[in-house]
């Protein structure tokens, strides 16, 4: 990768309502970094300090990256994701570098949320992690989170991991990732709510959400959006071959409940 200037910035068009369930989360989220963003004066006024990043945790495929992006579209800022995986992978000899424009990019563009996944390679070195970062690479990390030589105002800094125990304890210090949220698989209302989400906007006939949620225990949100695909690649079949729209139904979800594995069963 020449650079960090292929970093996509994007303006994220969704917000919290395109997110399923994970009220807690979403309450979470507005308490510290939204409303600290809208009203700096005043929290600063009672002493309560603003900016640092967040750290995500939880199960792959249960809207880490959907509630990073859905954050940006709440306060209208634009958004950027980079996998820290990637970026050790390929830019080896210039981490540093890179991390820095990385940031520089989020900077100019603010107000912006940087997302950072699989930060777990920001770990101590580990032989049972496929990459780790190098020590000048974490430091550049924890240079550019204090921002140090530069200004972090208008910068939310969000981070996920399935693994947050493998993270340099020295990135959950005050003013880095001391807030740590758990995104957890979903219960059953959180799956009733994702799977209205998804088919919000969709030709369907008064689905029972609660009944398909029932018979999805152990479903990520990515497994749900599974289901939800597969049902309607039926339905389109189906409406291809009358020539006119077929409404989906509880009975096509259940139907393609019983064709998808659940992933999140041992969390
Ligand atoms: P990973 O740890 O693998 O990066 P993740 O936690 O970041 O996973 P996402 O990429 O946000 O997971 O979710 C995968 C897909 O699952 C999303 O693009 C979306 O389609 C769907 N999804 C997950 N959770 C939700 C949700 N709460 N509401 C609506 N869709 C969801």
Redesign the pocket.
Known sequence: IPGAGYLETEAPDMTFK?????DDVKEQIRMKVIHPMANAELFKAYGKSVGGGIL?Y????????????ATAGEVKASFMAVGLHDVLDMWIGQSEKNLHEVFSQARMHAPSVLFF??VDALGASRSDLKQSAGRNTINQFLSELDGIDSDNNGLLILA???APWHLDSAFRRPGRFDRIIF?PP?DLP?RA??LE??VRNKPADRIDFEAVAKKTDGF??????GLIDDAIEAKLEEAMKKGDLVPLTTKDLLKAAKRIKPSTREW
């Open positions: 395109d997110v399923g369930g994970m995500l939880g199960p792959p495929g249960c809207g880490k990256t959907l509630l990073a992006r996944d699989e996920a991991t399935n995104v979903p959180a709510a994702i989400v998804m990520s949100g990515a497994d749900l959006k």
